[in-house]
């Protein structure tokens, strides 16, 4: 492993505890101070309108400035929003702080595979389920992070809530300054030209990106009714678990995706578009039933299948296609777009789980599976063993 390898390793176990303690702690601070679910809703909702924009221009950017600054800018901003957000109540200072975090977060998350893609393409399917499988293990240490402090402040928890939140701000701007030390840029543009409104919306790319972009967008609506704030809300409000009970399904959660994931290059997957639709029903399915079963501890395991047999294994799947189908000039702004517009999911999800929940607690989890479900439905166009755009340019070339 190269060390620039390495360091992206490091910055994505730092990342994977920061996160883990910031999707816990975030919507529980939330509800300690009062705010309705509804309200949730509306801050994600607008919080994930700056990302569809953001995410788009800033993989673009990076393809005319290189990855290193726009990573560590992503990497720094994401530390200081993690923290602010524990500081202050007012709707409006929520949305300002969750919207910067956000933006910062899904720009690292753009950026990641690109420069894992660029630093070594060969074996990519294996080596970045591992990168991913191996932060989504970190998390359950922020998720323990945030159960300690619970633990600590048992009659305090808006306090252990701000406590964790801060840790992992000082834990991300920790990871900015390995990145700013350790990483060396390899990257080297290709162009130099400016980049136009009309380029940022163009859906000027490989026909199987656009099917893969139809593809997320329907997945993130699904994704996002159940996995943005109300996540940990469904144990406490429908399910009635004690705070501290969440934390240890919130652990087996992360545990579910990060365990398989480190294994999945191990699979004899062939027909990467075959495992893709079986995975994303099979995810569908077990988080829809989640939701119509009353007892505690078979809903709560049925939910816990749904990344185990789904997103542990698609995740990198398409990842691999997206890199593939991607030009190597413009690939910060093509995998930009596809997954800026899953954003779409940020902003449609949170508002419809407020208003779902309001009128039944387990309304969420069921819409979230059906429509996750319903995002394989595209993929049935996708064409696997389509040549990749530069081998394509590379025969014309020749």
């Not at 393809?63 to 990573?71: A, S």
């Not at 429509?371 to 439905?377: E, T």
Request: overall charge positive; charged content about 15%.
């Amino acid at each position: 492993m190269t060390k620039n390898l390495r360091v992206l390793l490091g910055i994505s176990l730092l990342f994977g505890v920061a996160t883990g303690a910031y999707e816990l702690a975030h919507p529980l601070l939330l509800e300690a101070w009062g705010i309705k679910t509804q309200v949730m809703g509306f801050i994600f909702s607008l919080a994930g309108l700056a990302v569809l924009v953001a995410r788009i221009y800033m993989g673009g950017l990076s393809d005319h400035l290189g990855r290193k600054r726009l990573y560590g800018w992503a990497l720094a901003a994401c530390g200081a929003a993690t923290a602010a957000v524990s500081t202050l109540p007012g709707i409006a200072f929520q949305i300002a702080a969750r919207s910067v975090r956000d933006t910062a977060a899904l720009t690292r998350e753009t950026l990641h595979p690109i420069v894992v893609y660029e630093e070594r393409a060969s074996g990519f399917l294996s080596r970045i389920g591992k990168f991913r499988g191996l932060e989504f293990l970190m998390l359950t240490l922020g998720t323990l992070l945030v159960g300690g402090l619970l633990s600590a402040f048992p009659l305090d928890k808006i306090r252990a809530y701000q406590w964790s939140l801060l840790i992992a701000g000082a834990i991300v701007a920790g990871g900015a300054l390995w990145w700013a030390l350790g990483f060396r840029e390899t990257y080297r543009p290709a162009s130099q030209q400016t980049l136009s409104l009309r380029g940022l919306f163009s859906l000027d790319m490989h026909p199987n990106l656009r099917i893969l972009l139809i593809t997320g967008v329907i997945f993130a609506v699904g994704n996002q009714l159940s996995h943005s704030f109300y996540l940990p809300l469904f144990f406490r409000q429908h399910l009635h678990a004690d705070p501290r009970v969440v934390a240890v399904i919130m652990i087996l959660h992360r545990l579910t995706i990060a365990l398989p994931m480190l294994l999945v290059g191990y699979l004899p997957i062939k027909n990467l578009r075959a495992w893709y639709i079986v995975t994303l029903i099979l995810e569908g399915v077990t988080m829809a039933a989640s939701a119509v079963i009353p007892q505690f501890y078979l809903a709560t395991g049925v939910f816990l299948l749904h990344d185990f047999i789904g997103a542990s294994i698609w995740t990198p799947i398409q990842a691999t296609l997206i890199q593939r189908y991607s030009r190597d000039e413009r690939r910060g702004m093509e995998v930009g777009k596809v997954l800026a517009w899953g954003g779409l999911g940020a902003i449609v999800g949170p508002l419809g789980a407020g208003l779902l929940a309001k009128l039944g607690t387990g309304l969420p989890f069921l819409a979230s599976g059906i429509v996750m479900g319903l995002a394989c439905i595209p993929l049935f166009w996708l064409n696997p063993s389509a040549p990749s755009p530069n081998d394509v340019e590379q025969l014309v070339t020749v």
